[in-house]
C-alpha cells in the first residue's frame, strides 16, 4: 500500500465471535490496523507494547490486529490459539482471522507485526514498524506509530511515513 491510499474494507471473525468491518471502527479518528500472529517472536517482543499503547489510546484511535498466516503451517496461529492468546493477554483490540489471506493481499502485507495507521478519512499515513528496538524496549529511541498516532490527532502529517517492517513473514498457503 501507498501512503495515501483509502483503508480496504473487510469482514473478518474476530476471537469474540463478532464478525468486523472497516465501518465498526468509525467512531475513532485514527485507525491502526496491524498484521499479527501468535507464534512469531517479533510479535510476542512487541505484545506488551501494543497491549500498552492500545489501552493508552483506547478512547481516540482503534486498534485492529489480523492473522493471515496459515494455521495448517502453523498450527499455534490457529483460530482457537488466537482466541486463547487474546484472552491469555487481555488483548484491548479485536483480533481478527483471515482465512482466506484476502485482506493481508490487498494490503499488500508481508510480515507480523506490521502496522498501517489511517487518518480519519482512513488514508494511510504510516506504514511500518511499532518502533525502532524489536529486542530491547528500554532501548527504543523511535517510536514510529506512536509519533504517528499523536501527529494525526494534533490533525497533523507524521514527519515519518514509512519505516519497513520487521518480522516474521506472513505464512501464506500453497
Request: with cysteine.
Amino acid at each position: 500500500m501507498e501512503i495515501g491510499q483509502s483503508a480496504y474494507d473487510f469482514q473478518l471473525p474476530g476471537v469474540d465471535g463478532k464478525t468486523y468491518s472497516l465501518k465498526d471502527f468509525a467512531d475513532k479518528p485514527v485507525l491502526v490496523l496491524f498484521f499479527w500472529c501468535n507464534h512469531c517472536p517479533y510479535v510476542k517482543a512487541y505484545e506488551d507494547r501494543v497491549i500498552q499503547l492500545a489501552n493508552e489510546f483506547k478512547d481516540r484511535v482503534a486498534f485492529v490486529a489480523i492473522n493471515s498466516n496459515d494455521p495448517k503451517q502453523y498450527p499455534e496461529d490457529s483460530f482457537e490459539n488466537m482466541q486463547r492468546v487474546a484472552q491469555e493477554k487481555n488483548y484491548p483490540f479485536p483480533y481478527l482471522f483471515d482465512e482466506t489471506q484476502s485482506v493481508a493481499r490487498a494490503y499488500k502485507a508481508s510480515r507480523t507485526p506490521e502496522f498501517f495507521v489511517f487518518d480519519e478519512e482512513r488514508d494511510l499515513k504510516y506504514h511500518g514498524r511499532l518502533d525502532d528496538n524489536w529486542e530491547h524496549p528500554d532501548q527504543v529511541r523511535h517510536e514510529y506509530v506512536r509519533d504517528a498516532i499523536r501527529y494525526l490527532l494534533e490533525n497533523d502529517i507524521p514527519h515519518v511515513s514509512h519505516v519497513p517492517p520487521i518480522g516474521c513473514t506472513i505464512k501464506w498457503k500453497h
